[in-house]
């Protein structure tokens, strides 16, 4: 079975704070990929970050960081020096090699001025 | 290039009726895939279609049904309405051989049932 954890339901940082989401996950599978979606009040699912379940590289894009551990099953991202535009929901995600998806419940994080 | 899109935008209607969803993967994609996001979760898969078949299936009932055409697009098609149905429906395509390829989503129908 497949499952995807975000503990954090609710985060709010004072804007130039630095900030992790946590995502912990379940799969039996070797091959998967796991995703950062930016869910803004619009809908959209706005793509951030794919690993694959080989690459446990850490990666760095401007704010953007993320901590894949496969020994701890969990996929972090921080944002550093958090702005108000960084505020939304943001679902960490498994997708199989059957291309489904399995979302977390998501993190809304408010970025206060 | 035009990206995954879907319509209508938003949707009102009232218990017991149906309803019919659609979406236009991206250019070059085979497979869609339907999402349901229920206020404050996280998207559940529904179904995915490739080759105009269903072919995986998530845990809803029989009432979801869908179809794919020969250009790719598909509708999602809810019958007898519940309340508990009201969501945002997303529908996402991707290459069925493309397992490392990206899969887009659409913007999603937010459908509201009275």
């Known amino acids: 079975a497949q499952k995807v954890t975000q503990a954090q339901t609710e985060i709010s940082v004072v804007e130039k704070e630095d900030v992790t989401l946590d995502c912990v996950y379940e799969?039996?599978?070797?091959?998967?990929?796991l995703f950062w979606y930016k869910q803004p009040p619009s809908g959209e699912l706005v793509f951030l970050i794919r690993r694959n379940s080989f690459d446990e590289q850490n990666e760095i894009s401007g704010r953007y960081s993320w901590n894949f551990q496969k020994s701890t099953s969990s996929f972090n991202f921080t944002i550093t020096a958090s702005q108000v535009v960084d505020s939304a929901v943001y679902f960490c995600a498994l997708r199989n090699t059957g291309n489904q998806f399995y979302f977390g419940t998501g993190t809304s994080l408010t970025v206060i001025p | 290039d035009a990206g995954v899109t879907q319509s209508p935008t938003h949707l009102i209607k009232t218990r017991g009726q149906q309803v019919t969803l659609r979406c236009s993967p991206k250019?070059?994609?085979?497979?869609v895939s339907w999402y349901q996001q229920a206020l404050g979760q996280g998207p559940q898969f529904i179904f995915q279609y490739y080759e105009e078949e269903e072919r995986q299936r998530g845990n809803f009932p029989d009432r979801f049904s869908g179809h794919q055409f020969p250009n790719y697009s598909s509708e999602l098609n809810v019958n007898a309405l519940l309340l508990g149905d009201s969501a945002l429906y997303l529908c996402?395509?991707?290459?069925?051989?493309?397992?490392?390829?990206?899969?887009?989503f659409g913007p999603g129908t937010r459908l509201t049932v009275l």
């Open positions: 799969t039996r599978d070797t091959t998967y990929y």
């Open positions: 250019s070059g994609h085979d497979t």
């Open positions: 996402a395509s991707s290459l069925m051989t493309g397992f490392r390829d990206e899969q887009f």
